[in-house]
């Protein structure tokens, strides 16, 4: 691979991220031309003295501050990377050699540009980093790692995928699609009993798939934007399920997942808008559960994590009453969230032997007949203008949260996790943060494949 040669210089010093718990001011960090660049282990989000930690193991397990851990604070910059001291897990483990990934780094990476949509400026990788709550993020292009950089966590780190976890499960149910055991255009309550006689008759599995399932209850779609704190809300009220366990159950409910998704009413006919809600993706993952008669860690475990070389098992959060949490809750190092995505890349062959991903499920993920939901919902409207270059023509697919005209596919997590594969380009950017979901990491991502992909000038 020719190396992406920059047209400009570094930046020098700017100042840390405008979240106060990322630190104050930052030196210029030494870019390592020939691996990892390291965090300074002074600047470790783990850095903490023991009462420090206790405060916050003691500060997240008090029942009004549970549903706190969704959201970057000083608390979770530190939980997100040790979520096992908050949530019983299950371990996803890996096996065989350790697959290598050959460092070719290419220091100009730190340049590429992309539009901030904030204030209409051009920013820099080296910047952003700079000035971001970017955790660690890594660069993979044919089977060698060209970017890798660390800000506030080390490479052997577990850090908490958030929303990136649902393709773990969509992917799983995908694999029972084409073994003929899971039939996409029947409907959720086919599989589920417990909703049968509820408006989940109406929804194919196909659409909750899609996040197009045309219900109230989503999250950031219905008129009022607090559907994560609101106790009187469909996707709190669901949350506080013990089949979920992320909030507290303040009004006293004792309801059961089943009750709060058999209220559930219908807004539009599916596939109409794409609507953001982890609910689709816990249906999901109970059927993939309930047709393989394993739980999802193991069948992930076995269909992809332990076939891909990993450096360390990974593990998904469960709830009090035993669900795993595909829809938040996988914990990996940077580097083997960046394996998991080369599963849909031609290096899959590299690290496993065999292709992970089918061509028919590649093809399904690729399909573009419902383009048109796109940009109708919260979501894909942010994502247009991330991905302003590409707008009018990008979907949403199988819980991938956009897949481009050149088949790039991105899926997004709270707080800025993020994890973009361009299968054409053998490309896959992998990161963790801390921040908002919104200083566009998936912009950043983006530019950079498309950078280090141009053809050189003749």
Known sequence: MKPFKANKL?????????????GAIAAKTMINPDGPTLVNPSELSTSLSVPKILEISSFFNQPENKVKIQFPSAQT??????????????????????????????????????????DGKMISVDQHFETKPIDAMVVVKDGQIVFERYKTMRPEDKHLWMSVSKVTGSTMLAMLEQEG??????????????????????????????????????????????????????WYRWAATDAIGMAPDVRGRNESWSDVLGS??????????????????????????????????ELFAEKVWSKLGMEHDAYYLVSPSGNTLGFMGVNSSLRDLARFGMAFTPSAEQLAGEKIIPDAIMGKIHERKYIEQYAKGFLGEKLTKSFADDAGNISNRYQWDAVTSEGDMYKAGVGGQGIYISPASNTVVAWFSTGDGNDQEESMARAIVKAINESPAP
């Not at 996040?211 to 009187?232: V, Y």
């Open 10 to 22: 570094a930046v020098t010093v700017a100042l840390c991220s405008a979240l106060t718990f990322s």
């Open 77 to 118: 910059e530190f939980a997100w990377v040790n979520m096992s001291k908050f949530y019983p897990s299950v371990q996803v483990p890996r096996s065989g050699q350790v697959s290598e990934l050959p460092y070719a780094i290419d220091a100009g990476i730190n340049d590429v540009e992309y539009m901030n949509n904030r």
């Open 181 to 234: 055991k899971v039939d996409t255009q029947k409907p959720v309550s086919h599989y589920l009993e417990e909703l049968k006689g509820s408006v989940w008759d109406t929804v194919k599995v196909e659409e909750a798939l899609d996040m197009a399932a045309g219900l109230n209850g989503t999250e950031h779609d219905e008129a009022i934007q607090d559907s994560r704190t609101n106790p009187d809300q469909i």
């Open 264 to 297: 559930m009413e219908r807004k539009t006919p599916g596939h109409r808008v794409f609507e953001y809600n982890s609910i689709n993706t816990f249906v999901i993952n109970r059927i993939v559960e309930r047709v393989a008669d394993k739980p999802l860690s």
